[in-house]
């Protein structure tokens, strides 16, 4: 069995912010030569998410406002007397910060429409994404 862990560097510019992350993933599945098994995304930020979705502009600006409608910034949240971001860990809290997507054939088993998206909730910043590609 193949092991294969990357790093991915991602760079934000807004506060709140998602970005299509599939090519930099199809980059690290290609390069790793698994032609089946599992795919693993990782954020190590508690203030940002790793979600799969389709990716229709309409649909990402809808998820955007949504997240800042149910999880209002400033809301009296009791972290934000520390750091002034209790929203964003919220947010990521129930985003969650991994996706596992199956390998078959070298390809990644997502849906006609789905893409991988990064989802910022405390920017801008630099992060960085671990991904790891498992199998033969």
Known sequence: MKNTREIVG????????????????????VRSSV?????????RH?????VINENES??????????????????GYQHDRIDNNADSHIR???????????VENGRMMLGTWQSIFF???????QRKLTVTVMGD
């Open 35 to 43: 032609k089946n098994g599992l795919l693993n995304v990782y954020s």
């Open 58 to 75: 309409g649909l990402v600006s809808d998820f955007q406002t949504a997240l800042e409608k149910i999880i209002p910034q400033g809301a």
């Open 46 to 50: 508690s203030t940002s998410g790793v």
């Open 10 to 29: 991602i760079r934000t510019s807004q506060r709140v912010e998602i970005v299509d992350i599939t090519r930099e993933v199809e980059g690290v599945l």
């Open 119 to 125: 989802v910022e909730l405390d920017g801008p910043r």
């Open 92 to 102: 990521g809290f129930l985003l969650g910060g991994s996706q596992t997507i199956p």
